[in-house]
Each structure stands twice: as structure tokens, then as C-alpha cells.
């Protein structure tokens, strides 16, 4: 009897080993060349490299909803950059921000706010009120600040896109792509990361001050990812009755970044599992590689009519790129294309050429190669020593 029973263990053993073998089989196969989203369109890429790792039609032109606003978000911190306008400037709310509907702070005309909570509850609540107001306050109105927004859009190359205002309400059309919304996306996280630590708060609030005086208004994150998926950083939601449910979702894990766009999901709940599979995608078939780190020494070239006569070059920006997990990951080799020599004077970080990263026979990257100081031309006195020590030794 005892024999019997350990005989259906070790066949109950081997029946779940293989089915757990076949179900990751199956599982990996589905994530990779099967993957397949519900939602009208969707994309995902890596910011820093650009590189896209899934898309469904990815050009598809659709009402963006709140999404809109990564763009008004966006001229925001240029202007802040430009120093066109400062954090603790004060905005007069207009009556026209202040009847804007939708999703709003219940800001009041002739109420002052400051361009930081203005700004925070555009990124946290998705005020349409605050938008305008900050549009008009950028711009002069929200018309000439939608101008600004279309140009932004063509400078950055998003074909598919036309903006008409500056908070995302439904208009005939005001349209984007998951595409272009990915562009965008990667322009803001990119080139002013600081917003990250806006958009993943949870809960926080402003101080309205209006004629009947001061009142506390709660803000809360509409993006659910923040609270439920881990490494959520953002970034943007949206949702109309032409729109239905949107959202550029934002990660990050293992140092890698990655932005989901949803468009056009049927429920809130849609939405935010489909873009929480996109990532769990992205994060369990990529990883980054990196490449030798900056100012990594990769030899010494020739300097003619210099105090020194050779000196150390060195790599001037580290390579990372997205790679496929298992496929890509084959050993990473690098060729050298450089100058013979130089002449002094030779100035530090002066390219004298580059240098190749290959993943198999595939380019993953290539960075300058500099020198890493500088050398003056030599002087008579230098020349006649050094012939005086080729001679004496």
C-alpha cells in the first residue's frame, strides 16, 4: 500500500512539472510573438533609446481626452525653464477657465493661484480649469497658447495630432495618436523628469482663495496604476464619450523605463489592466544593456608638435540600449574608428573619433571618442630637449 501511494505521488509530481512547464511554454509564447491588446490603439516604447517594443495601430487618429494635457504640461516647464514664468507667480483665474466643466478644481473667476498648484493639479487631478487658466496665463489666451501647442507637436515630428484646446474636452477635430502620444510622453519624462515626482502622488491638496477666503480642496491622482502597479511613476490619464478610456502609463524596474498608451478602451478597468499587461510585457521580454561607462580609457593616439607626444582617449557618453531577453543577448563587441594623429594644441574632450557597439552583427549604439586633457604646442625649448634626449640615450 505504501508503495502504491508513493507511486501516484511521484506520477502527481511529473503531471504538475509538466504542466507548469507547458503553461510557462505557453505563457512565454503569448508574450512574445501572440501579445495582442484590447483597446482600440496602444503602443509601447523605451524613452531613452526611443525604441518601440509594441504597437497597435500605432497612427490611428483618436480623441486623446486628458492625455491632451502631457502636451499643456509640457509648455508648462518650458516656460518655466525659459523663465517666462516662475512657480510662485500668481495667476488671475479668467471666467472662461472657470466654466470649463469636466474634470476641475472648482477654481472661481478672479480667484489667484500660483503657478505650483496650478501646475500640480493639472498633473494630479487633470483640472481642465487649471489648464486654461495656465494656458491663458503662458499665451495671453487659450487660443494663441493651442498654437503654441501645434507647433511643439510638428517641431517634435507627431503627424497625426491636432490640438484645439488645452485641457482634452471633446472637440470634432481635436485628435492625437498613440504614437504621437508616446512622442510626447518621452519629451516630458525625458527633458524634465522632475515631473515624475508630481505625478506619482497619490493624494495632496491646494488652498483656494477666493472672496469668501481660504478653503482646503483635495487633490487625487486619477491614474489607479500609482497605487496598484509596482514601479509606477505617471503619467496621464483621460477619458470622454468620444475618447472612451485612455492613458500614457509610465514604469520603471530594474533601471529600465518604459510609457504604455492605451487609447480607446471600453471601462476604466480596461484601461488600466490593459496598459499594466503592455508594461508587464515590456519588462518581463526587455532589459537595458549597458555599454562601457563615460570616460572609459580605450588607448592613446599620437600628438605631432605637442609638449606630449601621444595622449589618452577616452569614451564620451556610456551606450545603453533595449535588448530582447534571450534573443538579443549575445556578447557585445565594439570596433574602433579613429585618427592616426593629432597636432597641438589639443583641447580636452576634442573628438578624434569613435567608437562601435555590436550585439551579435547588430548596432546597438556608438559614442565619440575624445581626449581627456589638453596639451600645448611645444616650444623651441621643448623640441631642442627632446632632441637632446633622443641623442643622449
Not at 500660483?114 to 491663458?136: G, P, R, Y
Not at 561607462?293 to 608638435?305: H, L, M, N, Q, S
Request: glycine content about 6%; charged content about 25%.
Amino acid at each position: 500500500m505504501h508503495k502504491i501511494k508513493s507511486s501516484l505521488k511521484k506520477i502527481v509530481a511529473m503531471i504538475l512539472l509538466f504542466l507548469v512547464l507547458f503553461s510557462n511554454k505557453i505563457y512565454a509564447e503569448q508574450t512574445t510573438d501572440n501579445f495582442e491588446i484590447d483597446a482600440k490603439a496602444g503602443f509601447l516604447i523605451e524613452p531613452t533609446s526611443k525604441k518601440v517594443l509594441y504597437q497597435k495601430n500605432p497612427h490611428e487618429k483618436l480623441a486623446p481626452a486628458s492625455i491632451t494635457k502631457i502636451m499643456t504640461i509640457l509648455l508648462i516647464y518650458e516656460a518655466l525653464e525659459n523663465k517666462k514664468i516662475k512657480l510662485n507667480d500668481l495667476v488671475n483665474i479668467s471666467e472662461h477657465a472657470a466654466n470649463m466643466g469636466g474634470s476641475q478644481i472648482f477654481l472661481e473667476p478672479n480667484e489667484k493661484q500660483t503657478v505650483k498648484d496650478l501646475l500640480k493639479a493639472i498633473i494630479i487631478a487633470s483640472a481642465n480649469d487649471a489648464a486654461v487658466a495656465m494656458a491663458e496665463y503662458i499665451a495671453g489666451d487659450e487660443e494663441n497658447f493651442v498654437k503654441l501647442m501645434n507647433q511643439k507637436a510638428k517641431s517634435l515630428g507627431m503627424k497625426d495630432t491636432n490640438f484645439l484646446n488645452a485641457c482634452g474636452l471633446d472637440e470634432e477635430n481635436h485628435l492625437t495618436s498613440a504614437n504621437d502620444i508616446a512622442i510626447m510622453s518621452c519629451e516630458l519624462i525625458n527633458k524634465y523628469p522632475e515631473v515624475l515626482e508630481t505625478t506619482k502622488i497619490w493624494m495632496d491638496n491646494i488652498t483656494h482663495q477666493t472672496r469668501k477666503g481660504k478653503k482646503i480642496f483635495g487633490l487625487s491622482n486619477t491614474n489607479r496604476l500609482i497605487k496598484t502597479y509596482p514601479g509606477a511613476t505617471g503619467l496621464k490619464t483621460g477619458s470622454t464619450s468620444k475618447a472612451l478610456f485612455c492613458i500614457s502609463a509610465s514604469a520603471k524596474k530594474n533601471d529600465m523605463n518604459l510609457i504604455a498608451v492605451i487609447l480607446g478602451a471600453e471601462n476604466p478597468k480596461k484601461r488600466f489592466g490593459e496598459a499594466a499587461k503592455l508594461l508587464d510585457y515590456g519588462f518581463m521580454n526587455y532589459q537595458i544593456v549597458k555599454c562601457e561607462p563615460a570616460g572609459t580609457i580605450k588607448g592613446k593616439i599620437k600628438v605631432r608638435k605637442g609638449e606630449e607626444e601621444e595622449i589618452n582617449i577616452a569614451v564620451k557618453n556610456q551606450v545603453t540600449n533595449v535588448m530582447q531577453k534571450n534573443k538579443d543577448q549575445n556578447k557585445i563587441t565594439s570596433e574602433i574608428n579613429l585618427s592616426d594623429e593629432i597636432n597641438a594644441p589639443v583641447a580636452k574632450n576634442f573628438k578624434v573619433g569613435e567608437i562601435i557597439y555590436f550585439a551579435g552583427k547588430k548596432e546597438i549604439g556608438r559614442s565619440d571618442l575624445v581626449t581627456t586633457k589638453n596639451i600645448k604646442r611645444a616650444s623651441l625649448l621643448n623640441i631642442i630637449n627632446k632632441l637632446l634626449n633622443v641623442w643622449l640615450a
